[in-house]
Structures are given as structure tokens and as C-alpha cells.
């Protein structure tokens, strides 16, 4: 684990793949570190198949891609073991029960059968299914099946879980139970997890990390707090009058914007003491007054366009 700490858990440099005559991922470079980390993209970005790629499921049509210190195109099932998956899709072994259906992965990822028992049951009831545990997976809602998948993924206790789409088919209630439920595995056991989603609030509030792709290319990557980090200056939100206060700042020698009702000003000195005269000038309310910065719906479709 403590080397994990100073090298990437997952390093690709111009991964490609394509099927076909289609093109997956051109060319995907990207470094992911511990802790929790989103895999951000639309529909069809190649989000999937670059998981797809890390699990060792599919073979790259060219570049290199290090998992956990091994190149999974010829790792053995040892290093496999090390991951867990829960994928998209809810087609589940309908015969089995929960508990059955996760003891199986377990014993998949190496573990003998009493401890995939156990740690079946201890996943179970952590992510809440423990009184549902012997019911078939074909009765079970997608909510459950959602937390079934995330169950198996992490019985056989792994240093990685990739998370495809986890929220799929959730309400709003249930999403954001699952996700603070991602987020207390992350923190509580140390897990690296990998949140494939094209949800940005999903990722905005769980995660440490993002990795934006799109085109089969990784766009945008780094902490949330670096790829959010915006220009220098001063963020002013008021009552009214946004675009007199901007007007006001102008004719005092400051660079200042309007941007959907906010003023963005850029530093200079004095700038604080230009604002609070300005406003009381007006007579408008302050209703916020802050460093300048972007949210991850500013960094995307930036990175998109």
C-alpha cells in the first residue's frame, strides 16, 4: 500500500484501442492516484472501455498502461484478485441468491470458501442488504442490485474497485445514498476507487480527483481542487445592479466582467476596498464576496468545447 502512495495506482500513456473501423480511445494518457478518482465523460466517451482495459478483459491496440504496478494485458489472476468491478449493467445471475452471487465472486478472486462466506456476509450488511442476503437476485430492485454489484466488488477486500456507472436507474434519494455510501468504503477501508459516471455532481461530491474524457482523450485531469482553480481576482454576487457595479469598478481602473449575474474582477491592489466602496455607492446588497473559481460544470464544458 505505502508504495501505491508515491507512484500511480493506474498509469496509461497513449492507450489506444478500436473495434473495428471505430476508434474507442486515441491515444488516452492519464495518471491516477489514491483515494477516490471520477472518470468523467458522456455516453460513448470510452469511459467503459478504458476500464475495460484496466481489468485486463481486453487487449490495447497500442501505448502502455501500468494497474497497481502491472501491465494487466499480461498480469495473472493474482493481480487480478487485487481489483474489484462492479459493472453497469444488472444482468445478475437471477438463480442465485445475494449472498451466493457474492460468495462466488469472492471465491473468483481467490479466496477459499469459508472466508468467501464470511466476507460475502460482511460486505452484504455493510452496504445494507444484510437482512436481504438470501433473497434471489431476480427479486431484487435495481437499487439493490446496484448495492449487490457494489458488495461483490469489495468482499474479497481489493487495494482497487472501478465503480461503472453506480448510480444507474436511482432515484434521487437513492443516489445520494449510494454515493455517501462509496464515499465512507473509500475513506473507512483506504480503497482506491475509480467512479466511472457522466453525472457531474456525482463526481463533484464524492471525489478527490477527475479525469475528464471525451473522444477516447482525456481532456481535463487533476485534484478537483486544481482543475477547478480559476484566475486570480475577486467574485462579487449582489442583490441587483450587477452590471452598474461592473461599470463602477471600470471607471476606478479595474477589469471587471459580468458573467450570469456575477462581477468577475481581476487583481490589482486596492481592489477589496474599490468593491466595498462601490456597493455602498449603489446601495445593493452583498451577497457574496470571494475568490475567484469555476465548478466542475465550468471545467467540463470548457474542456468540451
Not at 463526481?203 to 484566475?231: F, K, M, T, W, Y
Not at 466595498?276 to 464576496?289: E, P, T
Request: glycine fraction near 12%; aromatic fraction near 2%.
Amino acid at each position: 500500500m505505502s508504495s501505491l502512495e508515491t507512484s500511480p495506482v493506474i498509469a496509461a500513456r497513449d492507450v489506444t484501442k478500436r473495434y473495428g473501423s471505430t476508434t474507442a480511445l486515441a491515444g488516452l494518457t492519464a495518471e491516477i492516484g489514491a483515494g477516490i478518482t471520477g472518470l468523467l465523460g458522456s455516453n460513448g466517451a470510452g469511459k467503459t472501455t478504458f476500464m475495460s482495459l484496466v481489468l485486463g478483459l481486453r487487449s490495447r491496440d497500442g501505448g502502455e498502461l501500468s494497474v497497481l504496478g502491472h501491465d494487466p494485458a499480461t498480469a495473472g489472476i493474482e493481480m487480478r484478485a487485487r481489483i474489484g468491478f462492479a459493472p453497469e449493467h444488472h444482468d445478475l445471475p437471477a438463480e442465485l441468491s445475494a449472498s451466493d452471487f457474492v460468495r462466488h465472486l469472492a471465491e473468483m478472486h481467490l479466496l477459499p470458501r469459508n472466508a468467501a462466506v464470511q466476507r460475502a456476509n460482511e460486505a452484504l450488511w455493510l452496504v445494507g442488504l444484510g437482512e436481504e442476503r438470501f433473497r434471489p437476485v431476480a427479486t431484487m430492485s435495481t437499487g439493490q442490485r446496484q448495492r449487490a454489484k457494489l458488495a461483490a466488488a469489495i468482499a474479497h477486500d481489493p487495494e482497487l474497485v472501478l465503480l461503472d456507472e453506480p448510480t444507474d436507474g436511482l432515484d434521487p434519494i437513492q443516489r445520494t445514498s449510494m454515493l455517501d455510501l462509496i464515499r465512507r468504503i473509500g475513506t473507512e477501508f483506504g480503497l482506491h476507487i475509480v467512479v466511472s459516471s457522466h453525472h457531474l455532481e456525482e463526481v463533484e461530491r464524492i471525489c478527490d480527483a477527475v479525469v475528464i474524457v471525451e473522444g477516447g482523450e482525456v481532456v481535463r485531469a487533476g485534484s478537483l481542487a486544481d482543475v477547478r482553480r480559476g484566475p486570480e481576482g475577486l467574485v462579487v454576487e449582489v442583490d441587483e445592479r450587477a452590471d452598474e457595479l461592473a461599470r463602477a469598478l471600470a471607471a476606478a481602473g479595474f477589469e471587471a466582467t459580468v458573467d450570469d449575474g456575477r462581477v468577475l474582477v481581476d487583481p490589482a491592489d486596492g481592489l477589496h476596498d474599490a468593491v466595498r466602496d462601490a456597493i455602498a455607492d449603489l446601495g445593493v446588497g452583498l451577497r457574496r464576496l470571494g475568490p475567484r473559481g469555476r465548478t466542475l460544470e465550468d471545467v467540463y464544458l470548457g474542456a468540451g468545447s
